[in-house]
């Protein structure tokens, strides 16, 4: 896993494969969900034992699996190396997201957010972000990937860690999961949340054209440089400018703009008006996220009356804006409340191991040689 295509091809080959063998193992890998090649009867008997006895395809370890009572499910993760992960799955009627980390922790510390409050252990690799898609799968037993009335539907990548800080291998996992021939969720069924990573924005549209979220929580870069201290680097104008400039952003696929209701910070009339000024001729919707509570938190959540009467500005000027109706909030599976402890200590001893030379390359490949 986390290769593409063309470095499977190059892997088969290098093993003596034809190239048609490529198509074939990924066609039981990310369709199929297979993870034992005595299994792909499609491969000749002689292929299945050689390439079981040079590579694997690897999941990481569940350590965890929590459910909520809304029928939301968290995982905690562990990659090869102890680095550990929260995923979350949100399903609904007839459709379900997947909330993925593309980080293990996040440096970017934005002071609402319980991920925030975890120092940045390391990015994730493209093969354990597929991972956690795979992993989800298994677990919810959906595959193969044709199988009707799944529930795993969409991809947002809101989990821990902030994706435009891990650009390439998050793009490469988002490009392995639309594959069309293997797990095959469309880019309309993935949604990309940013801190605001501004110069980065447009290649998300142009390199991967899937849905766009930002966590803008504020109308004003005074407020902003507080909630959420990226915009110190890349302020509002230069945000909103990147939306402005966002391909494949209309009427018909807004982009969408988080916001997080703080009780008494950017909750008033005055922040509602503010925004609607700032916004004013981009294709935007408001998604209200009512605060989610963490232990030590410094915030309170914004009181019904307020969110309600916030929304009904927004949508007097235009804009939907639907507050949110938090999930998983029992399991601590919520927006901003995901963290894994326990990893951070595990990392750090491994890293001294790593120093010592007692260990090596800490990254994980999901299909690779079997030492
Ligand atoms: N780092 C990216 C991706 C994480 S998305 C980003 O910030 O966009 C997670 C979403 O949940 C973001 O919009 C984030 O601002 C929001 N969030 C963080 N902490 C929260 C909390 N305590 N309650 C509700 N939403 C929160
Ligand atoms: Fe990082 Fe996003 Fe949390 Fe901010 S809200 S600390 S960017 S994960």
């Not at 009512?290 to 307020?306: D, H, I, L, R, Y």
């Amino acid at each position: 896993m986390g290769r593409n295509r063309e470095e499977l091809a190059a892997l088969l080959a290098g093993a003596g494969e034809k190239p048609f063998r490529a198509k074939q193992v990924w066609h039981w890998i990310y369709h199929h969900g297979e993870t034992d090649f005595s299994r792909m009867t499609t491969l000749a008997k002689d292929a299945r034992g050689k390439l079981d006895g040079l590579f694997r395809v690897a999941r990481p370890d569940v350590v965890r699996e929590q459910v909520s009572k809304d029928g939301s499910k968290k995982w905690l993760f562990r990659f090869e190396d102890g680095a550990e992960t929260e995923t979350v799955f949100l399903p609904e009627e007839d459709r379900g997201a997947l909330c993925v980390s593309t980080q293990v922790g996040c440096a970017l510390r934005c002071p609402f957010c319980r991920t925030g409050s975890q120092l940045l252990a390391r990015d994730l690799t493209a093969a354990e972000i597929v991972g956690q898609v795979m992993a989800a799968r298994d677990a919810t037993g959906e595959w193969p990937r044709a199988k009707k009335d799944r529930l795993m539907t969409n991809i947002v990548v809101m989990g821990m860690g902030e994706p435009l800080f891990n650009y390439d291998e998050t793009a490469k996992a988002l490009l392995i999961i639309m594959d069309g021939e293997g797990t095959a969720i469309s880019k309309r069924r993935i949604t990309l949340s940013t801190s605001g990573v501004a110069p980065m924005i447009g290649r998300v549209g142009a390199e991967l054209g899937v849905n766009l979220a930002i966590s803008l929580h504020a109308p004003n870069d005074e407020l902003r440089n507080k909630l959420v201290p990226i915009n110190k680097k890349y302020p509002l104008a230069q945000l909103i400018k990147a939306l402005r400039d966002y391909p494949g952003a209309h009427n018909a696929r807004r982009i969408t703009l988080e916001y997080i209701m703080l009780r008494g910070v950017n909750d008033g009339p005055g922040h509602a008006r503010q925004l609607v000024r700032l916004v004013k001729g981009l294709p935007v919707k408001f998604n209200l996220l009512p605060f989610n509570e963490w232990p030590g938190a410094p915030f309170k959540c914004s009181t019904g009356q307020t969110m309600r009467r916030f929304a009904k500005f927004l949508n007097d000027a235009g804009y939907s804006a639907p507050i949110r109706a938090p999930r998983g909030r029992d399991i601590m599976a919520a927006c901003g409340q995901l963290r894994s402890d326990s990893q951070r200590l595990r990392f750090s001893r491994q890293k001294a191991r790593i120093a010592a030379g007692i260990e090596d390359d800490p990254h994980f490949h999901g299909l690779g040689k079997n030492q």
